[in-house]
């Protein structure tokens, strides 16, 4: 082979190879135009979803709804008592305990009475004498052997002797110490053996049979609230529990320093559990709507007027309502809404009116999610 011959023939496999390299990058560059292609439709649906703010929603929904006043107060028992030894003397008994029941007139304490008897029977003694004589003046003074003045001297120290008795008999009463009211034994300050000085507190009873609560209202409900209206109750102390009660009186007195007046509820044989001193949250119903179309309060918007977003065509738009009752955490809707609306209740930050919206967990949403399967089994052929 000449030595042309030799570069002819390297020169035409170099180009071969040179056209057989370009073919190839073509044919690469041309097989990634679809798949970028792909990738970038991908990336516009992706912001598509991006521009749809996630919120949940809410539909309006008829309730009963009640207007009421609430507030805070401690219970209180119906009436209370502070027994104290009315005298003096070493307590022979101790008959009660603490958490007992008593009625009112029940013996509590037996002090030691001996000193009181005795001045019973002196009493008693003196008193004798002088009726016997008075009586043997009334005979004398017909005879004109006694003066008119003496038999009124023996007259008074007759009625003063009497009166001596009677307090001594009482001193002596007073060595049972009795319960002035009926209810429960609160607190026992006093042990058998101990010597009760007089007028000392050594009981505390609390008439538990009916507890009440006091409210002080500010004096703009004084024309919605009166007696008889019906009261619910609940103590911190018992939770999972409510207790009905009903407004039992109300002052008709405002308070001028504090602008407010006294509501007092009342809480009867169904309040088992309550005990005097619980702390308990306090709700007056004045009245009552029975089929109120009603929205969750969180639905409501902070920006001035009442409104909320209204979820319509996957888009959010601030809807003006007019509030009215208001229970727990429900609101009701006067105007504004209609039943199955759908108010956005989490998420209402990101939003402005028109902002398009996608609702959490919503059919809708499900639907949507499962459009591009087809498309992903095109591609796969």
């Known amino acids: 082979m000449s030595r042309h011959s030799f570069l002819l023939g390297r020169t035409g496999r170099c180009a071969a190879a040179l056209l057989i390299t370009s073919t190839l990058l073509l044919s690469g560059c041309g097989g990634a135009g679809p798949a970028e292609a792909n990738a970038a439709e991908k990336d516009g649906k992706a912001e598509k979803k991006v521009d749809a703010v996630p919120v949940e929603a809410v539909a309006a929904s008829h309730r009963a709804v009640a207007a009421s006043y609430t507030g805070t107060a401690a219970l209180e028992p119906r009436g209370e008592s502070q027994v104290v030894a009315k005298t003096s003397g070493v307590a022979l008994a101790v008959l009660v305990e603490e958490g007992q029941q008593v009625r009112a007139g029940q013996p509590l304490v037996r002090l030691d009475p001996d000193r009181a008897r005795l001045a019973v029977a002196q009493s008693e003694a003196q008193m004798r004498k002088l009726e016997n004589n008075y009586q043997r003046a ?11 003045s003496d038999v009124d001297q023996i007259k008074y120290d007759l009625e003063n002797a009497r009166a001596q008795y009677r307090l001594a008999t009482l001193e002596l009463s007073y060595t049972t110490v009795i319960a002035p009211i009926s209810g ?103 009245d009552q709507r029975a089929d109120a179309l009603v929205v969750p309060r969180i639905a409501l918007l902070d920006d001035g007027e009442p409104a909320v977003f209204r979820v319509r065509e996957g888009k959010a738009a601030r809807v003006p309502v007019k509030l009215g009752y208001a229970e727990g955490p429900w609101v009701e809707i006067r105007e504004g809404l209609a039943a199955g609306d759908q108010v ?33 089994a095109e591609s796969r052929q």
């Open 138 to 148: 009334q005979k004398l003074i017909g005879q004109q052997m006694v003066s008119a």
């Open 184 to 286: 429960v034994i609160a607190s026992r300050s006093i042990k058998t053996g101990n010597f009760v000085q007089i007028n000392t507190p050594i009981f505390r009873i609390v008439d538990n049979s009916r507890l009440e609560a006091t409210l002080n209202v500010p004096e703009r409900e004084l024309a919605t609230l009166r007696p008889g209206q019906p009261v619910t109750l609940i103590a911190d102390a018992l939770p999972g529990k409510t207790f009905p009660g009903t407004v039992d009186r109300i002052s008709p007195v405002v308070d001028a320093g504090s602008g407010t007046f006294r509501v007092v509820s009342g809480f009867g044989e169904d309040a088992e559990g309550l005990q005097p001193g619980m702390f308990g949250r306090i709700r007056i119903d004045y």
């Open 344 to 376: 956005v209740t989490a998420g209402k930050v990101a939003l402005r009116d028109g902002t398009a919206v996608q609702v959490i967990g919503a059919k809708p949403a499900a639907t949507a999610v499962a459009k591009p399967a087809p498309a992903k």
